[in-house]
């Protein structure tokens, strides 16, 4: 893999991309609070709790626990380095949680599709050639690779980022031809 020589890409042709705190926090206390309930009403149906007095404020006074500590881990473990695009004459950035950021030129980009929905939604990009990639910052864990078809494609998470997958989408749809975007 290339290391990249060029300047940081913060001209004005540029757009960045970041998660933030406030929402990140919102979406570990949403996904939490769901993930909490569904667990809770198993355990009531499994050993025929009902819902007596007792268990439901034994279960509020445990489930606002368990999401706080949920929210507040989550939250913290994403704040030193969070997922992040940025967008420029030079290509798409890429930067997922706690992995170093890498570069593919607009040349090197093969195809580009957005998976899931919501908060969960990411970004593959397939390149033409991972040597064509390029690592911004030495140290750091690889970035994250999955495979499409055979191809190696690089992930992010994008659903939480701001502005949102919507603007992004529209700001590749812009940069990139038609063929290259593909549907979710």
Known sequence: MAKHDEGSGTGTDTLFFRTTVGRTLAATLLTGTIVWIFVRLIVILMFDLGFTREVLRDSLLTGAFYVAVFAGLGTWAQRRRPNWVRISPAGIELAAARRQPVLVP???????????????????????????????????????????????????????????????????????????????
């Open 106 to 184: 607009w040349a090197a980009v093969e195809a580009v599709r957005f998976r899931w929905f919501g908060p969960f939604t990411e970004l593959e990009v397939t390149p033409t050639s991972l040597d064509a990639t390029a690592a911004r910052s030495p140290g750091g864990r690889e970035f994250r690779i999955g495979e499409r078809a055979g191809r190696p494609t690089i992930l992010t998470e994008v659903g939480l980022l701001r502005p949102g997958p919507r603007e992004l989408r529209a700001e590749l749809t812009r940069r990139l031809p038609a063929e290259v975007i593909r549907p979710k």
